[in-house]
């Protein structure tokens, strides 16, 4: 009888400084800006632009990608009858380096991610109505940008796409002279009326200019602040600190239950901002698991410095100051009907 070798017993291998960067804690703050956009993303709405502006490093992006996750993964029954549909896709806007915004690269990656066979000619064809045949219309070039466009707007509607995520979307702005950016706009409005689907943009403060370029455009529009935790609202100082446990303890070997006490330090430092902590963290993992041991210097070589900090911080304070007043939203006070005096009785 053959014996087999028996199997060297399996020793886990504990998690490293990179185990953090697959993190993802549904924090506070999280929870509430995607319970807003899931009640303001429906079939018919009238919202056709949402705005999530927040500070860098509040985690944004990883928001807007586990959005489109979520979708995605919601609509699973429907994809497995329906093998076309894609009921949300997420765009970086490109940044092109020319002075305008490219919409041709955007458009491009656009039909990408919309399963687009990107070396089909994107002509915008129409139906003659009178003849009934197909025809080109004049002055568009294949592969131009109105046949780019007209293609997204299609896939929109074929793939029944319910959303659309720009992230990075200050980068229109930055690139557009202010006098073009309403055109700017109303481009991706009338991309979100044609392919029936919803535009979510995402992006840092300086999105906001979008809210104040004209009437029409703003009664479109809906702002969700992705706000950084304050350290004056005590709510928030919970949060931020349940965020620093959860760190903590997906490296118990490295840092045991010694992290947590430096969470106000943190919170101090990284200004609130989730994504901006898992960064200094997973530096200061880095460092100590090149020093071969957890100390407090590998924390703090991982800190951002003073210079960091300030500019970080008067972004955002910048910010808040333009975005606070304008998310202030007021019920005028109702107007009761004074009773009639009743002029016999008076
Ligand atoms: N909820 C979270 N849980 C754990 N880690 C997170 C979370 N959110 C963000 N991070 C981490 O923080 C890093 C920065 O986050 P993210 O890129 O989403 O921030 P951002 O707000 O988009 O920043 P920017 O404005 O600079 O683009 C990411 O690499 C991600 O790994
Ligand atoms: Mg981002």
């Not at 960067?21 to 549904?26: A, D, E, S, V, Y």
Request: charged residues 25%.
């Amino acid at each position: 009888m053959i014996h087999k070798p028996s199997q060297p017993a399996l020793t886990p291998v504990p998690a490293s400084a990179e185990s953090l960067l697959n993190l993802r804690i549904k924090h506070t703050r999280i929870k509430q800006v995607i319970n807003e956009l899931n009640t303001l993303i429906y079939p018919g709405s009238q919202d056709s632009i949402l705005l999530v502006i927040g500070p860098t490093g509040a985690g944004k992006t990883t928001l807007a990608r586990y959005m489109v996750e979520q979708a995605v993964d919601g609509a699973t029954p429907e994809m497995n009858t329906d093998a076309g549909l894609i009921p949300a896709v997420y765009v970086e806007a490109p940044s092109s380096g020319e002075d305008d915004f490219s919409w041709r690269l955007f458009y491009t990656q656009a039909l990408a991610e919309l399963g687009e066979d990107l070396s089909a000619p994107k002509v915008a064809y129409g139906i003659d109505p009178t003849t009934g045949k197909m025809v080109r219309p004049r002055g568009i070039s294949p592969g131009g940008l109105a046949g780019l466009r007209t293609a997204v707007e299609r896939c929109l509607k074929e793939r029944d796409t319910r959303f659309v995520v720009i992230d990075e979307a200050a980068h229109i702005i930055r690139q557009t002279r202010r006098s073009r950016l309403e055109i700017q706009l109303d481009t991706l409005k009338s991309l979100a009326n044609k392919g029936c689907s919803q535009i979510v943009m995402v992006g840092s403060y300086d999105l906001y200019q979008l809210v104040s370029l004209s009437g029409q455009l703003a009664r479109r529009i809906h702002v969700v602040h992705c706000e950084r935790y304050r350290q004056d609202r005590p709510e928030d100082v919970l949060a931020f600190t349940a965020c620093v446990q959860k760190f903590q303890s997906v490296l118990p070997h490295l840092w045991g239950d010694q992290l947590v006490q430096y969470a106000q330090a943190l919170h101090e430092n990284t200004l609130g901002c989730v994504g901006t902590l898992s960064s200094v963290l997973t530096r200061a993992a880095r460092f100590a698991e090149a020093d071969g041991r957890w100390t407090v210097a590998a924390l703090e070589r991982a800190l951002l410095t003073d210079a960091q900090r300030t500019r970080i911080l008067e972004e955002i304070l910048e910010g808040e100051a333009a975005i606070n007043p304008s998310l202030t939203r007021n019920l005028p006070p109702i107007k009761t009907a004074k009773p009639h005096r009743n002029r016999e009785a008076a």
